[in-house]
């Protein structure tokens, strides 16, 4: 059995990587390239394998960085199986949608300057079609369900605490008469965050690919990341500016309008402080009401609010902006407020409008909660350039830019290393993604001096056999550097780095065959009926 990784390697977008048995190719996430042009480029080559030729998708969570190439994969020939948890799949029903749309305006904008200089034309990534079409061969499995999905693959989706409905997956592989448990880690979440659980331990794994993003950092405490969030919304309000927040749409977007309901509905706040908070993104209005609909999976404590009566997704100062007018009315209105949008990077998206029209303003402030992927606007700004070009129109950078590092959806080193010790029994290999280069080598050392695993940082394009105890790599892609990495300090040096992202049936005859037999069954129904239950309270509370 071979493992090949075609995305998600030494950087931190793009997961796609591909099991190939004797009999099956099996992909885990097609995610898209982000971050600069260069990057964003890799989305149009050809897939280094043949879609049709895949069997099946399983996808851990709904993010563009891990799910946004599926469209492209149907468009050019797969035709298996999409399997993902319900949460993922309905999220993915707004994001691919929306992506499409992304491409085709993007192909819109491209194809008018080409004509003009005589250029040829250019076709989208892909199109709404294909997204649509894509979304026809999902089908969706309970967190706890193990699923036999062929007779020689088994799965099972582990809670990740990263967003709604993200996984960590168990994949258990029958391959030649030999057995192997393969652990895809998924994005990890940080433990104790609003509406989602804290993310489960696995206590086994052969092999284990697991997440790097934050493997050098320790995140400040999230209570901390609020009480500052909510203190700079308070001061620039006092000096009559406006917050500008780019947020996730999915994920992010939600705590945040979770943290701020806590504050204004239970805060000792007075009523001059009571900021609008607007969020301006459609997806996120949209992947709001989704979250509402999967009430079944938040956590306990987002639940009891739920039972009391408490919308946590509604107050009084929020509001909620869908059209295109109404975004534009936010940026001619001088009052104090908070505006949310997207995109999370301020690369695409409403909130580079906002940023044109209150960057220059120092009465104005922008805090990042999230990752700045190397190359998009949002890095650019956290490195302190003073003018930047927005929109076609150079801008000065007055207002004060604060990043909260709390809030990140990603497990920092720390809770990395914990997620890891809890396995009883520790995988042979670790195999590093998710990651820039340099924190997946520091991560890697900290994993080898706590638990004595090596680990493996792959390239993109190599291919490993795993299923002996020597890993070895098979072959490998050799692809030209094309991502420039650009640093600025008192001389400017450019280098390159290779790339490589049923109780009621027993009659109560509850002996040890039966028990066997339809356990699986049985729990599974019980984790759909609970999950009916809190959508039932959860609709009664509206």
């Given at each position: 059995m071979n493992l090949s990784f075609f995305g998600a390697t030494e950087m931190v977008t793009g997961s796609n990587y591909m099991l190939t048995t004797e009999n099956h190719n099996i992909l885990i996430d097609c995610g898209m390239f982000q971050g600069n042009q260069e990057k964003e480029k890799m989305n149009f080559r050809e897939f280094p394998f043949n879609p049709a030729e895949v069997d099946i998708l399983i996808l851990t969570h709904a993010h563009i960085d891990h799910s946004g190439r599926i469209p492209k994969l149907v468009k050019e020939g797969f035709r298996g199986r999409i399997i993902s948890t319900k949460a993922t799949y309905d999220l993915c029903t707004i994001m691919l949608l929306d992506s499409a749309k992304i491409q085709e305006s993007d192909a819109e904008w491209d194809n008018r300057k080409r004509q003009r200089a005589g250029l040829p034309m250019i076709e989208p990534l892909y199109t709404s079609e294909d997204a649509e079409q894509s979304l026809k061969y999902f089908e969706t499995y309970l967190y706890e369900q193990k699923v036999d999905i062929n007779g020689e693959i088994s799965l099972r989706f582990r809670d990740a605490g990263h967003i709604l409905g993200s996984s960590i997956l168990e994949l258990?592989?029958?391959?030649?008469?030999?057995?192997t448990k393969l652990v895809f880690s998924g994005d990890i979440g940080m433990p104790g965050r609003p509406i989602i659980n804290t993310p489960e331990f696995i206590e086994d794994a052969d092999y284990l690919i697991m997440e790097s993003t934050y493997g050098d950092?320790?995140?400040?405490?999230?209570?901390?990341?609020?009480?500052?969030?909510?203190?700079?919304?308070?001061?620039?309000?006092?000096?009559?500016?406006?917050?500008?927040?780019?947020?996730?749409?999915?994920g992010r977007t939600q705590e945040l309008i979770y943290e701020l309901n806590h504050y204004y509905e239970y805060g000792?706040?007075?009523?001059?402080?009571?900021?609008?908070?607007?969020?301006?993104?459609?997806?996120?209005?949209?992947?709001?009401?989704i979250f509402q609909k999967n009430s079944g999976s938040?956590?306990?404590?987002?639940?009891?609010?739920?039972?009391?009566?408490d919308n946590p997704?509604?107050?009084?100062?929020?509001?909620?902006?869908?059209?295109?007018?109404?975004?534009?009315?936010?940026n001619k209105s001088s009052y104090p407020k908070v505006i949310i949008s997207a995109s999370g990077m301020a690369n695409a998206g409403?909130?580079?409008?906002?940023?044109?029209?209150?960057?220059?303003?120092?009465?104005?402030?922008?805090?990042?909660?999230?990752y700045q992927a190397e190359g998009t606007l949002g890095r650019i700004?956290?490195?302190?350039?003073?003018?930047?070009?927005?929109?076609?129109?150079?801008?000065?950078?007055?207002?004060?830019?604060?990043?909260?590092?709390?809030?990140?959806?990603?497990?920092?080193?720390?809770?990395?290393?914990?997620?890891?010790?809890?396995?009883?029994?520790?995988?042979?290999?670790?195999?590093?993604?998710?990651?820039?280069k340099e924190v997946s080598q520091i991560f890697a050392k900290?994993?080898?001096?706590?638990?004595?695993?090596?680990?493996?940082?792959?390239?993109?394009?190599?291919?490993?056999?795993?299923?002996?105890?020597?890993?070895?790599?098979?072959?490998?892609?050799?692809?030209?550097?094309?991502?420039?990495?650009?640093?600025?300090?008192?001389?400017?040096?450019?280098?390159?780095?290779?790339?490589?992202?049923?109780?009621?049936?027993?009659?109560?005859?509850?002996?040890?065959?039966?028990?066997?037999?339809?356990?699986?069954?049985?729990?599974?129904?019980?984790l759909e009926l609970q999950g009916q239950l809190m959508d039932l309270n959860m609709m009664i509370g509206k």
């Amino acid at each position: 059995m071979n493992l090949s990784f075609f995305g998600a390697t030494e950087m931190v977008t793009g997961s796609n990587y591909m099991l190939t048995t004797e009999n099956h190719n099996i992909l885990i996430d097609c995610g898209m390239f982000q971050g600069n042009q260069e990057k964003e480029k890799m989305n149009f080559r050809e897939f280094p394998f043949n879609p049709a030729e895949v069997d099946i998708l399983i996808l851990t969570h709904a993010h563009i960085d891990h799910s946004g190439r599926i469209p492209k994969l149907v468009k050019e020939g797969f035709r298996g199986r999409i399997i993902s948890t319900k949460a993922t799949y309905d999220l993915c029903t707004i994001m691919l949608l929306d992506s499409a749309k992304i491409q085709e305006s993007d192909a819109e904008w491209d194809n008018r300057k080409r004509q003009r200089a005589g250029l040829p034309m250019i076709e989208p990534l892909y199109t709404s079609e294909d997204a649509e079409q894509s979304l026809k061969y999902f089908e969706t499995y309970l967190y706890e369900q193990k699923v036999d999905i062929n007779g020689e693959i088994s799965l099972r989706f582990r809670d990740a605490g990263h967003i709604l409905g993200s996984s960590i997956l168990e994949l258990w592989i029958d391959d030649k008469g030999v057995s192997t448990k393969l652990v895809f880690s998924g994005d990890i979440g940080m433990p104790g965050r609003p509406i989602i659980n804290t993310p489960e331990f696995i206590e086994d794994a052969d092999y284990l690919i697991m997440e790097s993003t934050y493997g050098d950092t320790i995140h400040p405490p999230f209570k901390e990341s609020t009480e500052k969030m909510i203190r700079i919304i308070d001061e620039t309000a006092e000096r009559g500016g406006t917050v500008l927040i780019p947020s996730f749409a999915v994920g992010r977007t939600q705590e945040l309008i979770y943290e701020l309901n806590h504050y204004y509905e239970y805060g000792d706040i007075e009523q001059h402080m009571r900021v609008p908070i607007y969020i301006d993104s459609p997806m996120a209005v949209n992947a709001t009401e989704i979250f509402q609909k999967n009430s079944g999976s938040f956590n306990k404590e987002t639940q009891e609010l739920i039972l009391s009566g408490d919308n946590p997704f509604s107050f009084d100062n929020l509001h909620y902006v869908r059209s295109q007018e109404e975004s534009m009315a936010l940026n001619k209105s001088s009052y104090p407020k908070v505006i949310i949008s997207a995109s999370g990077m301020a690369n695409a998206g409403r909130i580079r409008h906002h940023l044109k029209h209150n960057i220059w303003d120092p009465k104005n402030s922008l805090i990042f909660v999230g990752y700045q992927a190397e190359g998009t606007l949002g890095r650019i700004l956290l490195d302190g350039v003073k003018r930047v070009k927005i929109l076609g129109e150079e801008l000065n950078v007055a207002l004060q830019i604060h990043n909260l590092e709390g809030f990140s959806g990603h497990a920092d080193q720390p809770f990395l290393l914990k997620w890891l010790g809890e396995f009883k029994k520790k995988p042979r290999k670790i195999f590093l993604v998710h990651g820039e280069k340099e924190v997946s080598q520091i991560f890697a050392k900290e994993i080898e001096k706590a638990y004595g695993i090596n680990c493996i940082i792959p390239k993109l394009g190599n291919t490993y056999s795993v299923a002996i105890d020597a890993i070895e790599v098979e072959k490998g892609i050799t692809l030209e550097p094309e991502i420039l990495k650009e640093q600025i300090s008192k001389e400017l040096e450019s280098v390159y780095n290779q790339f490589n992202a049923l109780i009621s049936r027993s009659n109560g005859l509850f002996d040890e065959k039966l028990l066997e037999k339809d356990f699986d069954l049985l729990k599974n129904k019980l984790l759909e009926l609970q999950g009916q239950l809190m959508d039932l309270n959860m609709m009664i509370g509206k």
